[in-house]
């Protein structure tokens, strides 16, 4: 069973750069034919795709976040990662990360981020 | 990008009733490439159904989903406790993958 972790600051001022990082266990990220993902899930709201990458490295954004959005994968550490440049108020969400074949099938506990002056 | 819209935003109900939960698509879902999922406060999305009717592992029968092209029902037999929440709906036919708005199932 794949295990995702997220990790990284719960505050940001506007204009930083957003960056998490997401921890896969129960499995090598090799093994597998996922791709790793970033979803995100203002307060009351639904849920937002941010993204995927690939084993191989190649990387899927939603085009809504495009100019801002950069995810990494490192298969070595079994970790995957997440930057979000130039952040606002309306960045303030969960940020969850998953592995996906198409649907999510796993799903990270979330982290809260917020930004704030 | 295909937007989905689910109706209805709230369904009130008692346990043991059946509740029926709809999945609008503003274009075909490819390959019927439509999930749906729970999620309770404070936790997680839970997948509970993809392929628009095959139910995730550990998921119980009186889940259940159909639908085809643009619309698509996710159907629960009788409301369990542990069943009220929100549910949403997800495509992955094509990129971006988009989700539904969500229905929150409550207790009446």
């Known amino acids: 069973q794949v295990q995702l972790l997220e990790s990284g600051p719960g505050l940001l001022k506007p204009s930083q750069t957003l960056s998490l990082m997401c921890t896969v266990s129960g499995g090598s990220m090799s093994s597998g034919s996922y791709h790793w993902s970033w979803i995100r899930q203002p307060a009351g709201k639904g849920l937002e795709w941010i993204g995927h990458i690939s084993n191989s490295g190649s990387a899927n954004y939603n085009p809504s976040l495009n100019s801002r959005v950069t995810i990494s994968v490192d298969t070595s550490k079994n970790q995957f990662s997440l930057n979000l440049s130039s952040v606002t108020a309306t960045d303030t969400a969960v940020y969850y990360c998953a592995a996906a074949r198409g649907r999510f099938d796993y799903w990270g506990q979330g982290t809260l981020v917020t930004v704030s002056s | 990008e295909i937007v989905l819209t689910q109706s209805p935003g709230t369904l009130s109900l008692s346990p043991g009733e059946g509740a029926t939960l709809s999945c609008r698509a503003s274009?075909?879902?490819?390959?019927?490439?439509l999930a749906w999922y729970q999620q309770k406060p404070g936790q997680a999305p839970r997948l509970l159904i993809y392929?628009?009717?095959i139910r995730a592992t550990g998921i119980p029968d009186r889940f259940s989903g159909s639908g085809s092209g643009t619309d698509f029902t996710l159907t629960i037999s009788r409301l369990e406790p542990e069943d009220f929440g929100v549910y949403s709906c997800q495509q992955y036919g094509r990129t971006p993958r988009t989700f539904g708005q969500g229905t929150k199932v409550e207790v009446k």
């Open positions: 274009q075909s879902v490819s390959s019927s490439y």
């Open positions: 392929g628009t009717s």
